[in-house]
Nanobody, 119 residues
Framework: QVRLQESGPGLVKPSQTLSLTCTVS??????????WSWIRQPPGKGLEWIGY???????YYSPSLKSRTSISRDTSKNQFTLQLSSVTPEDTAVYYC???????????WGQGTQVTVSS
């Protein structure tokens, strides 16, 4: 059973960088054909895909967030990290980490963590 757990600050000030870590257990983030993803849901809105880091270490970001997003990993800790810079209140959301398989199906989700951008 794969488990994902998000961690990081729940409150970030405008213009600062949001940083979240996803710790994975029950499976390696270097296993073939998986995409380790960040997804968010702003209040009252639908899910928004932010980006992913592949098992190979390659990354891909949503075009709308690409200029502010960085996803990295620490294979020794089996973790991957999201950094979103220059945040505004519009970045307030529940942030999820998730595992996506080769058919782009999300088979495991973290429980989600609320991040509020406010001064």
């Amino acid at each position: 059973q794969v488990r994902l757990q998000e961690s990081g600050p729940g409150l970030v000030k405008p213009s600062q960088t949001l940083s979240l870590t996803c710790t994975v257990s029950g499976g390696s983030i270097t296993t073939n054909d998986y995409y380790w993803s960040w997804i968010r849901q702003p209040p009252g809105k639908g899910l928004e895909w932010i980006g992913y880091i592949r098992y190979s270490g390659d990354t891909y970001y949503s075009p709308s967030l690409k200029s502010r997003t960085s996803i990295s990993r620490d294979t020794s800790k089996n973790q991957f990290t999201l950094q979103l810079s220059s945040v505004t209140p519009e970045d307030t959301a529940v942030y999820y980490c998730a595992r996506v398989d080769g058919k782009y199906y999300v088979d495991y989700w973290g429980q989600g963590t609320q991040v509020t951008v406010s001064s």
